[in-house]
């Protein structure tokens, strides 16, 4: 079982960058694909990053390509999200997600943190 803990989300003004990080317990934590996703007010949840277990992989949704980056530290059990030229459609709450297998875009994680807010203003 993997219990993840996301930080960093705060407020940001437009073209501004952030850093979320997501700590993870458990000693299996390198054995899995990490994922970002987020939600906004009345929105589905959103794939937005994937790195796989040993950083050979990631992927990213077309709304950030370019302009965030996945990255893991397995040594420390973290995952990292790199936000740079935010916009304020970037808004959401922003959570990891572990997954016991490939990458993928879905929804289909097995295990989720409580969420860090990210708000952009113009």
């Known amino acids: 079982q993997v219990q993840l803990v996301e930080s960093g989300g705060r407020l940001v003004q437009a073209g501004g960058s952030l850093r979320l990080s997501c700590s993870a317990s458990?000693?299996?934590?390198?054995?899995?694909?990490m994922g970002w996703f987020r939600q906004a007010p009345g929105q589905e949840r959103e794939f937005v990053a994937a790195?796989?277990?040993?950083?050979?992989?990631?992927d990213y949704a077309d709304s950030v390509k370019g302009r965030f980056s996945i990255s893991r530290d397995n040594a420390k059990n973290t995952v990292y999200l790199q936000m740079n030229s935010l916009k304020p459609e970037d808004t959401a709450i922003y959570y990891c997600?572990?997954?016991?297998?490939?990458?993928?875009?879905?929804?289909?994680?097995?295990?989720w943190g409580q969420g860090t807010q990210v708000t952009v203003s113009s």
């Open positions: 997600a572990a997954r016991f297998g490939a990458v993928v875009r879905s929804t289909m994680y097995n295990y």
């Open positions: 458990g000693r299996t934590f390198s054995s899995y694909t």
């Open positions: 790195i796989s277990r040993v950083s050979i992989s990631t």
